[in-house]
């Protein structure tokens, strides 16, 4: 480790090397005695777990092995709170849906694995069961409503229950804005807006009868912001998938069923390799973080919105891309 990442960084300027440890060793002083000074009643309440405790509970993500770019850098929780929930993740075969089944999995949830063929699909399924998770495969195009409906109605009958729909399943088509036929249009708001559309249908009445279900829609960065080379199909479709997911947010909401979205920056899976080198390179110069995001970040954002911790957040677009776009 180099001098620089030593030193941390303090109200009165940048520590040296050699007082680290002083530093840890009051931090974790001052943190002993918060907690000694709360009574159980409202330490249960803060939910005040010392620091070491905290640190102790991370560990490297399994994920990490086979899915993350840089593995070493990945560190995931070994919560488990996700045990006993149904999860559906579509287009899970492979890219951003075979991270987010991934994480799920590895959070307790049993992942059904959605797409448009069985191979990838009980490809992911194989990782996750490799890794110690539950997970099995279904195949259906969720762009057309009648394969929806019966495979929904297929996995309700084999599972009794939907607890998490992850709708995630899309295609990419970097052309700019004369290039787009019709054809390609109705294909991209198909398979995205309509295909999230069938997804909510098919499992909505189900969850309204528990009360209780938690559904996330993966946007885009594009459908805040819009897209440079003018894709207007792709930045319509994701979108699209905001104000449907605003929509469901508030007709569901008295049903206790928690609708958001996420809409992530640029990631390197297999629909961004379609990307040209020079786009590519411009839209990273244009990344504060400086580097693409790894795709079990998307995971972890997702794990989080379908967690208890996001139980009163309802119609939210999460943006994870690094900073490239706020609003
Ligand atoms: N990769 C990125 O940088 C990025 C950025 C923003 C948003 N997204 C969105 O994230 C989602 C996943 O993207 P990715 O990068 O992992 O893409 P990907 O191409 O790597 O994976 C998409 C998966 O969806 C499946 N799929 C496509 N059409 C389907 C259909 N009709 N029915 C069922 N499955 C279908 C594909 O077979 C594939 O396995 C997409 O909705 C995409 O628009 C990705």
């Known amino acids: 480790m180099g001098t620089s ?11 040296p090397a050699c007082s680290v440890s002083r530093v840890m060793r009051s931090k974790q002083r001052s943190t002993r005695d918060l907690t000694r000074r ?11 777990v010392p620091l070491a405790r905290r640190v102790s509970n991370c560990k490297p993500s399994a994920a ?15 919560r488990r709170e996700l045990s006993d929930k149904i999860a559906v993740v579509t287009g899970a075969g492979r890219g951003l849906g075979r991270a987010i089944a991934s994480v799920l999995a590895e959070r ?17 399924v194989e990782i996750i069961r490799g890794q110690g998770g539950q997970a099995s495969a279904i195949a259906f ?27 995630n399943a899309g295609i990419g088509d970097f052309v700019p804005f004369p290039e787009i036929t019709s054809e390609k249009w109705d294909r991209m708001l198909d398979i995205h807006l309509k295909g999230s559309f069938n997804c909510c249908q098919a499992v909505l009445a189900s969850m309204k009868a528990r009360k209780s279900g938690k559904i996330v829609n993966i946007s885009s960065v594009a459908g805040k912001r819009g897209d440079f080379i003018g894709n207007a199909h792709y930045t319509a479709a994701k979108a699209g998938i905001i104000g449907l997911t605003k929509s469901l947010a508030l007709y569901a909401a008295p049903f206790e069923i928690n609708v958001n979205a996420i809409a992530p920056g640029l990631f390197a899976t297999e629909l961004t ?8 390179a ?16 998307i995971g972890r954002a997702v794990a989080f919105l379908v967690s208890d911790d996001a139980s009163y957040i309802f119609g939210e677009t999460l943006s994870v891309n690094g900073g490239s776009y706020m609003d």
């Open 5 to 15: 990442s030593r030193r941390l960084i303090s109200p009165r300027g940048i520590a």
């Open 38 to 48: 709360i009574s159980p009643r409202y330490r249960r309440f803060w939910n005040v």
């Open 64 to 78: 990490g092995s086979t899915l993350a770019s840089t593995p070493e850098k990945v560190m995931t929780s070994n």
């Open 108 to 124: 307790g949830a049993h992942v059904i694995v959605n797409d448009r063929s069985l191979e990838p699909a009980e490809e992911a």
């Open 141 to 167: 195009d969720v762009s057309q409503t009648t394969e929806v409906e019966a495979a929904f109605g297929r996995i309700l009958a084999e599972h009794g229950r939907v607890d998490i729909l992850i709708n």
């Open 273 to 280: 390799s379609e990307m040209s080198a020079d786009m590519k």
């Open 282 to 297: 411009t839209t990273i110069s244009r990344i504060p973080a400086g580097r693409l995001g790894r795709p079990e970040e």
